[in-house]
């Protein structure tokens, strides 16, 4: 005897489309809560407390990762001095116990003598020198502790991992250590080894005598206190337009008669967040470097690209091209250098035809192979995140695996059925 579908409209075809609208979701709900998955572990709330305030945003894009997480006990140390950095700097230090690679206990164990260098989401901030922003992991062959440090030379910075508190195979593990980790160049210590600078930008720019459009525009808009704030951690560098670069502006382009929001963003479009000496610019490894602007509006956006040209350092902005004519002010950590024209973001005048760029020496790349041991490293030197062209082709390899998995199961259903 034949029995009635319950639902006679269910074919088939419908059972294999929502199949395949199951399969393609699935993949965005592998991101994790960081935070909810601390939340059961009172000995990490304040670490917790630390990410949520700073990296809720930079934690839910990523589903593959290991936390190195500080328990309260070895963050009383220093929970001042977390608190004295800016917002920015503050969120620097906890990026770099964030390590893009999901790390079982196994993988612990099976660590090379060598050792082993994994990369840290500071790094991929490009405010790293070097590889500088990421670390490496040892393990003591006798006694099996894995020690976490900094690869450059003679580093303070170095933590024993402790245990593992959470796994989620292949997505998420969380391991405790016994200390906070602050990247190489990173002064933590600032606040309280010496008085902090306390510079006023604004009477540095009146002393130079050729920067008073500037120093009225910083001064009007109110992110000057946000420069100097930035001033702790790892410092900023400040590219000041002259007042003939304001003169010399075509006359379609009126800074002044912008939005707030978007004249905001234009001065924070002049200010790298790293303190970078005339030596570390002469001598650049990466050109391509993110501002205060990037932070802001989101990566890949608002950067400048910095490179040695004809015995100066020039700064194109893929409409503009200036150089730095003047050295205003270079005391760690602040570096405050004039020049030659208003750096214009293309995202905000890219339209205007008087800005369309002229021919000129191209855009520099970033080197295939690292500096020669003779190069100059004096100061911090611009770098590129190692691994993270890897890390984008993997993903993109990832995708394409799944894709072809999704296909193969619909025709095999369909073919079932």
């Keep these: 005897m034949a029995f009635p579908s319950p639902n006679p409209h269910f074919t088939p075809t419908h059972f294999l489309y929502l199949l395949l609208l199951l399969l393609l979701l699935l993949p965005s709900s592998l991101s994790v809560n960081i935070t909810t998955l601390l939340s059961p572990f009172p000995d990490l709330s304040d670490f917790t407390s630390l990410l949520s305030s700073s990296l809720s945003s930079d934690l839910s894009l990523r589903s593959s990762l290991t936390l190195l997480a500080v328990p309260n006990s070895f963050l009383t140390s220093t929970s001042d001095l977390t608190r004295h950095l800016s917002l920015s700097s503050r969120a620097d230090v906890l990026r770099y116990h964030v390590l893009l690679e999901y790390l079982s206990l196994s993988d612990l164990a099976r660590i090379p003598p060598s050792g082993k260098l994994v990369t840290t989401l500071y790094q991929t901030t490009g405010r790293a020198a070097n590889d500088f922003g990421s670390v490496n992991l040892t393990r003591d062959p006798a006694t099996g502790i894995v020690s976490v440090r900094s690869p450059a030379p003679f580093s303070p910075s170095n933590a024993t991992v402790l245990g593992l508190i959470k796994t989620l195979p292949y997505n998420v593990s969380i391991f405790s250590v016994n200390s906070l980790l602050v990247p190489y160049g990173f002064d933590l210590m600032a606040s309280e080894t010496r008085p902090p600078l306390g510079l006023n930008i604004t009477k540095a720019l009146i002393d130079g005598h050729n920067f008073n459009v500037a120093a009225s525009m ?107 004519t003047q050295t205003v002010f270079d005391q760690k950590p602040v570096a405050i250098f004039g020049v030659s024209k208003v750096l214009l973001p293309k995202e905000i005048f890219g339209s205007i035809p008087e800005l369309t760029p002229k021919p000129g020496p ?7 192979s690292a500096p020669s041991p003779d190069s100059s490293m004096s100061g911090q030197e611009l770098s590129s995140p190692p691994g993270f062209k890897e890390i984008k082709s993997e993903a993109a390899g990832i995708t394409a695996l799944w894709r072809l998995g999704v296909a193969s199961c619909c025709i095999g259903l369909y073919l079932m059925v």
Excluded: C, M, W
């Excluded at 002469?282 to 040695?308: D, F, H, K, W």
């Excluded at 191209?362 to 295939?368: A, D, L, N, Q, T």
């Design 218 to 324: 910083l001064a009007a808009s109110g992110v000057i206190e946000e420069f100097e704030a930035d001033e702790g951690g790892a410092g900023i560098t400040l590219f000041v337009p002259t007042d003939t670069a304001f003169s010399d502006l075509p006359a379609n382009v009126r800074l002044q008669s912008l939005a707030a929001d978007k004249k905001s963003v234009v001065l924070k479009f002049h200010v790298l967040h790293s303190y970078y000496p005339l030596g570390s610019l002469e001598s650049i490894v990466n050109p391509v470097q993110p501002t205060l602007a990037t932070e802001q509006v989101g990566a890949g956006s608002y950067t400048l690209n910095i490179s040695r040209n004809n015995g100066s350092v020039s700064i194109n902005t893929g409409i503009v091209q200036a150089k730095v």
């Design 362 to 368: 191209p855009i520099s790349e970033p080197p295939e």
